[in-house]
């Protein structure tokens, strides 16, 4: 069982570039998130769906636009991105029964 | 908004005990989320209290105080393993799990 795949695992992008970071579930879950981490200031959320084709606005979501056009895949993109944006990205789930999220391993952004 | 405080670092020696405060202000509560997080790695899933109380798996046990906006992790007979950041979520609602800063915990040999 995959769980939560997030991809790329790391990526170095001048500013000015368009990203997208990738996530794929196949829990089947409804509810999905993009955070980003920085040190001494936590998880923070961008973006979350709450189900396919509806999407919201977290803590941070300026500069990041997401899209959910199925129940697996919920991109999170940078259209163009600042060195503020250099951040480590977790992408996560959620178990509707439970309340539990389940990360992705991450990716690390870095602007230049 | 809201405001989830916990210490940001704390050491500890091998075999002994650890416990970790979370203090939370926040616009709603649905329950309180402790996960634990390796250098380098996702978050991952340690425990859950949404009544007030104590909640034990194992080694590690979990309080939670809604009048007191109050929780802690307690770490028992600690490891090298768990050297590790523990963060503190609250669920706001539907939708929002809220994180703390996090603790960084260092165990000594």
């Known amino acids: 069982i995959a769980g939560i795949t997030q991809a790329p695992t790391s990526q170095i992008l001048a500013a000015g570039r368009r990203m997208t970071l990738r996530c794929t579930q196949d829990?089947?879950?409804?509810?999905m998130y993009w955070y980003r981490q920085d040190l001494g200031l936590g998880l923070r959320l961008i973006h979350y769906s709450n189900t396919a084709g509806t999407t919201g606005k977290g803590e941070v979501p300026d500069g990041y636009s997401v899209s959910r056009a199925n129940t697996d895949d919920f991109p999170l993109t940078l259209a163009s991105a600042v060195p503020s944006q250099t951040s480590v990205y977790f992408c996560?789930?959620?178990?509707?029964?439970?309340?539990?999220?389940?990360f992705g391993e991450g990716s690390r952004l870095t602007v230049l | 908004g809201q405001n989830i405080d916990q210490p940001t670092e704390m050491t500890a020696t091998e075999g002994a005990i650890v416990q970790i405060n979370c203090t939370y202000q926040?616009?709603?509560?649905?329950?309180l989320f402790w996960y634990q997080q390796h250098a380098g790695e996702a978050p991952t899933f340690l425990s859950y209290?949404?009544?007030?109380g104590l909640e034990e798996k194992g080694r590690f046990s979990s309080f939670l105080s809604r009048s007191k906006g109050y929780s802690y992790l307690l770490l028992k007979e600690l490891q090298m393993k768990d050297s590790a950041s523990y963060l503190c979520a609250v669920r706001e609602n539907d939708y929002k799990l809220s994180f703390g800063a996090g603790t960084t915990v260092t165990v000594r040999a």
């Open positions: 996560a789930s959620r178990d509707r029964n439970t309340g539990e999220l389940f």
């Open positions: 209290n949404v009544l007030d």
């Open positions: 829990m089947r879950h409804n509810a």
């Open positions: 926040t616009s709603g509560f649905n329950g």
